[in-house]
C-alpha cells in the first residue's frame, strides 16, 4: 500500500487553465503539506495542514488554493496557470508533534505549463 | 532568508570513495536534524537523523556528525557505490513545527 499517493503523476496544460492534484495519505498522520521543487531540486514549502486547519502559508500567489476535505487528504487547486507554476509539486505528511519528526513524501506531480 | 545552508551543490566521487556533504543552520531551537535522499523521478525519503543531543550517528554506511557549538552538521557516505547517485537534502526542525529544507546535493558515484 502507497503511504502517501498524489495523482496525477504528470500533468501537461496550457496557459490560463485550472487544474487540481490531488493527495491522500493512510499513515493516519495528522499533517499534512505541499512542496515545490523547481528545476534546481530546491525544495520550497506552499503550505500545511493539520488536523484540516491551515497552518503554513507561505508566500504562494493566491492563484493557488489548497483543500483539506479530511485529515487524509490535502488537494492543491491552481487556477489561471502561469509558465513559472511548471514544477514538480510533492504531497508529504507527518506528525506535527511526534518526536521522531519523519515526513514522509509522495511520488510528486510534475506539471507542465505550456 | 535561508534556514539551512548545504553544501556543496554537486559532488562526484569515485566508488569505493567517502561523500561528504556539509549544511549549517542559524536557529538554535531547532531540535531535529534529518538527511533526505531522492532518485530521479521519486520523491524524498528519509536517510537518517540525528538530535542534538548526540554528536553522531551511523546507520550502516551512513554517518551524521553533528557539532552544535558551531551550528553544523554532515552527512558522510563510507564506501560509495554508483547506487548511492541521488540528491540529496539536509533539513532541520522545531518539533511541531515546519521542516527547513537545504537546497540539495547532487551526488555522482562513478564506477
Given at each position: 500500500?502507497?503511504?502517501?499517493?498524489?495523482?496525477?503523476?504528470y500533468l501537461?496544460?496550457?496557459?490560463?487553465?485550472?487544474k487540481?492534484i490531488?493527495?491522500?495519505?493512510n499513515?493516519?498522520?495528522?499533517?499534512?503539506?505541499?512542496?515545490?521543487?523547481?528545476?534546481?531540486?530546491?525544495?520550497k514549502i506552499?503550505?500545511?495542514?493539520?488536523?484540516?486547519?491551515?497552518?503554513i502559508?507561505?508566500?504562494?500567489?493566491?492563484r493557488?488554493?489548497?483543500?483539506?476535505?479530511?485529515?487524509?487528504?490535502?488537494?492543491?487547486h491552481?487556477n489561471s496557470?502561469?509558465l513559472?507554476?511548471?514544477a514538480?509539486?510533492?504531497?508529504?505528511?507527518?506528525s506535527?508533534?511526534?518526536?521522531?519528526?519523519?515526513?514522509?513524501?509522495?511520488e510528486?506531480?510534475?506539471?507542465?505549463?505550456? | 532568508?535561508?534556514?539551512v545552508?548545504q553544501s556543496?551543490?554537486?559532488?562526484i566521487?569515485?566508488?569505493?570513495?567517502?561523500s561528504?556533504?556539509n549544511?549549517?543552520?542559524e536557529?538554535?531551537?531547532?531540535?531535529?536534524?534529518?538527511?533526505?535522499?531522492?532518485?530521479?523521478g521519486?520523491?524524498p525519503a528519509l536517510l537518517?537523523?540525528?538530535?542534538?543531543d548526540?554528536s553522531e550517528k551511523?546507520?550502516?554506511?551512513?554517518?551524521?556528525?553533528?557539532n552544535?557549538?558551531?551550528?553544523?552538521?554532515?552527512?558522510?557516505?563510507?564506501?560509495?557505490q554508483p547506487?548511492?547517485?541521488?540528491?540529496?537534502f539536509?533539513a532541520?526542525?522545531?518539533?511541531?513545527?515546519?521542516f527547513?529544507?537545504?537546497?540539495?546535493?547532487?551526488?555522482?558515484v562513478?564506477?
Amino acid at each position: 500500500d502507497t503511504a502517501v499517493s498524489q495523482t496525477p503523476k504528470y500533468l501537461v496544460t496550457q496557459m490560463g487553465n485550472d487544474k487540481s492534484i490531488k493527495c491522500e495519505q493512510n499513515l493516519g498522520h495528522d499533517t499534512m503539506y505541499w512542496y515545490k521543487q523547481d528545476s534546481k531540486k530546491f525544495l520550497k514549502i506552499m503550505f500545511s495542514y493539520n488536523n484540516k486547519e491551515l497552518i503554513i502559508n507561505e508566500t504562494v500567489p493566491n492563484r493557488f488554493s489548497p483543500k483539506s476535505p479530511d485529515k487524509a487528504h490535502l488537494n492543491l487547486h491552481i487556477n489561471s496557470l502561469e509558465l513559472g507554476d511548471s514544477a514538480v509539486y510533492f504531497c508529504a505528511s507527518g506528525s506535527f508533534a511526534r518526536a521522531t519528526g519523519e515526513l514522509f513524501f509522495g511520488e510528486g506531480s510534475r506539471l507542465t505549463v505550456l | 532568508q535561508q534556514q539551512v545552508k548545504q553544501s556543496p551543490q554537486s559532488l562526484i566521487v569515485q566508488k569505493g570513495g567517502i561523500s561528504i556533504i556539509n549544511c549549517a543552520y542559524e536557529n538554535t531551537a531547532f531540535d531535529y536534524f534529518p538527511w533526505y535522499q531522492q532518485f530521479p523521478g521519486k520523491g524524498p525519503a528519509l536517510l537518517i537523523a540525528i538530535r542534538p543531543d548526540v554528536s553522531e550517528k551511523k546507520e550502516g554506511r551512513f554517518t551524521i556528525s553533528f557539532n552544535k557549538s558551531a551550528k553544523q552538521f554532515s552527512l558522510h557516505i563510507m564506501d560509495s557505490q554508483p547506487g548511492d547517485s541521488a540528491t540529496y537534502f539536509c533539513a532541520a526542525s522545531r518539533t511541531g513545527n515546519q521542516f527547513y529544507f537545504g537546497t540539495g546535493t547532487s551526488l555522482t558515484v562513478i564506477p
